[in-house]
């Protein structure tokens, strides 16, 4: 009699890989690629691509209010909320209908290979830093290394290439060139550091996690196995959504209404003084904004009189991480990774203030 473990039929892993890159495409062509073809020219005849989410047409942000926070939220839900479908709906897909070897053996890797390959990847997703974090969180859980997820969640906003384009006719050359020039050692540095950061003990845990991971196997058939894992993939969906839209909600209120403290009235008083380089790296830190959204806030930052020194700031620190994106892939790392990865987007502010000043830009 032949033993029941032998006789299991491993499911075509075709099935799930085919619905996993139908979503992909199609939602990716709809809510990123079309779209910023087109306004990739829009920019380049008129050297905008909208108002600055933060202040507006205004000098400086609302008090922070009730109203504020609401006004902020919406503005900001309008032009993310696709995005963050899909980025729910690809990160519970991951999970759910890709072998868990193949992301394993993809990212699993401690070394920079796996860095390599999350940065690369990252490239025509296009997202920004809260839409890509359930794709994060559903990396980690199929056994990619820490290095590599943060690599394609840092690499979703800072080295978006759609975003360069925008920068480059909007704010100029120059300013998506040193974008690049930061963004490229950012992405890969600071994932290469996280993994490198993985101690002995854990170093173990995350190669059984990408080596020794078996295939999944159908006790039922294949039939039977994948609508097990359609049915598990609508499950995955609904805890996702409960546990990461309810706290990025009230974030997103919190610092809608607290715009007024992150960042103070802009003008010529915003100097290239170390002060308002660092506070400004901390602030762009912790704000969230849409894809892109720095572009037509350092515009009009500038416009405003406000320095470059600051304005190179923000730019290495709004797109990469925000306070409601931490919280959302706070169980996918340890703390002190994403404290690291906090510090580090922090000092890359910095480093882009320092640089926009030493240039003369």
């Not at 974090?133 to 290095?147: D, E, H, I, K």
């Not at 930052?301 to 306070?323: D, E, K, V, Y």
Request: glycine share 12%; net charge positive; proline share 7%.
């Amino acid at each position: 009699m032949k033993n029941t473990l032998d006789s299991r039929e491993s499911p075509n892993p075709v099935v799930g890989l085919a619905v996993f890159a139908l979503i992909a495409l199609v939602g990716l062509f709809y809510v990123k690629w079309f779209p910023y073809y087109n306004r990739a020219f829009a920019a380049a005849d008129s050297h905008s691509i909208g108002t600055s989410i933060l202040m507006g047409h205004a000098a400086n942000a609302p008090e922070p209010s009730l109203s504020a926070a609401l006004d902020y939220a919406l503005v900001y839900g309008k032009a993310i909320w696709q995005a963050m479908v899909l980025g729910l709906l690809l990160g519970s897909a991951l999970q759910a209908l890709l072998p868990r070897h193949w992301v394993a053996k993809a990212l699993g890797g401690t070394g920079f290979g796996s860095v390599a390959a999350g940065g690369l990847m990252a490239l025509p997703a296009m997202m920004c830093t809260c839409c890509a974090a359930p794709v994060v969180a559903g990396l980690r859980q199929r056994n990619a290394s820490p290095g590599g997820a943060l690599a394609f969640w840092l690499g979703n906003s800072v080295l978006n290439p759609a975003t360069l384009v925008f920068m480059g006719f909007v704010l100029g050359w120059q300013w998506a060139a040193l974008r690049l020039v930061l963004g490229v050692p950012m992405v890969f540095g600071i994932g290469y550091l996280i993994n490198r950061m993985i101690k002995p003990a854990e170093v173990d845990i995350e190669r059984e996690g990408a080596a020794c991971v078996p295939a999944e196997v159908a006790p039922r058939g294949a039939l039977s196995y994948w609508h097990g894992a359609f049915v598990r993939w609508g499950q995955i969906l609904a805890r996702m959504a409960l546990r990461l839209v309810p706290e990025y909600i009230v974030l997103v209120l919190l610092l809608g209404a607290a715009r007024a403290w992150l960042f103070p009235q802009i003008g010529p008083d915003i100097g290239n003084h170390i002060f308002w380089i660092g506070a400004l790296a901390v602030a762009g830190a912790l704000f969230v904004i849409p894809t892109a959204g720095e572009i037509p806030i350092i515009q009009a930052m500038l416009s405003l009189g406000m320095a470059a020194g600051p304005a190179g700031a923000l730019l290495m620190t709004l797109p990469p991480i925000s306070l409601p994106s931490l919280a959302m892939v706070a169980k996918s790392f340890r703390p002190r990774e994403l404290v690291t990865v906090s510090a580090a987007v922090v000092a890359f502010g910095i480093a882009g203030g320092g640089l926009a000043v030493a240039l003369g830009f």
